[in-house]
């Protein structure tokens, strides 16, 4: 069955790049009709919707992030990434990467998650 | 960006009762809404789809129902193993957006 396994760096200096990749396995990351998304949760609190890469390339963030976040797709590679730029103390989260078959039905399968420090 | 407000946010609960956590959209949804449940440490958990469809593998106890704005979660015989924080979140509009948690306690 599809699993999804985040790396990437855990502490990253204020004003720096975050980059983060989550590995797909069991399955194809070009499987028609599949969004790969990227959630954060901040030390105890919710979560929040970053933004999904879908099947095709076709992207969106959320308007919040827009302008910091990238999501790009590796194909050789199996995998997908996450990065954001001019990260703040604001950006210490969970970051989990998760997929969803179809994207009205939600986000069924998700990674263990990996933290995330932003601090110098 | 399409709100969405949980409640109770915490609830205090013995196994064996019944649990109902309610959803409201800010605007109408039509039935695109999950159930996530969460355990500390652990990432979330899909449970419903599309308002009321469970998840393969997913006990029956738990029920989705609902459309457009108003929805629920019920656990019909709470269990030990759902101890845990409930999220709702909407996938009719972009940006998908989550409720702010429900947490089930023990009483």
């Known amino acids: 069955q599809l699993q999804l396994q985040e790396s990437g760096s855990g502490l990253v200096k204020p004003s720096q790049t975050l980059s983060l990749t989550c590995a797909v396995s069991?399955?194809?990351?070009?499987?028609?009709?599949?969004?790969w998304s990227w959630i954060r949760q901040p030390p105890g609190k919710g979560l929040e919707w970053i933004g999904y890469i879908f099947h095709s390339g076709s992207t969106y963030y959320n308007p919040s992030l827009k302008s910091r976040v990238t999501i790009s797709v590796d194909r050789s590679k199996n995998q997908f990434s996450l990065k954001l730029s001019s990260v703040t103390a604001a950006d210490t989260a969970v970051y989990y990467c998760a997929s969803s078959i179809y994207s009205y039905y939600g986000m069924d399968v998700w990674g263990q998650g990996t933290t995330v420090t932003v601090s110098s | 960006d399409i709100q969405m407000t949980q409640s109770p946010s915490s609830v205090s609960a013995s196994v064996g009762d019944r649990v109902t956590i309610t959803c409201r959209a800010s605007q109408g949804i039509s039935s695109w809404l999950a159930w996530y449940q969460q355990k500390p440490g652990k990432a979330p958990k899909l449970l419903i789809f599309a308002a009321s469809n469970l998840k393969s593998g997913v006990p029956s106890r738990f029920s989705g129902s609902g459309s457009e704005t108003d929805f629920t979660l019920t656990i019909s015989s709470l269990q030990p193993e759902d101890f845990a924080t409930y999220y709702c979140q909407q996938a009719n509009n972009f940006p998908w957006t989550f409720g702010q948690g429900t947490k089930v306690e023990v009483k």
């Open positions: 069991g399955g194809s990351i070009s499987s028609r009709g599949y969004s």
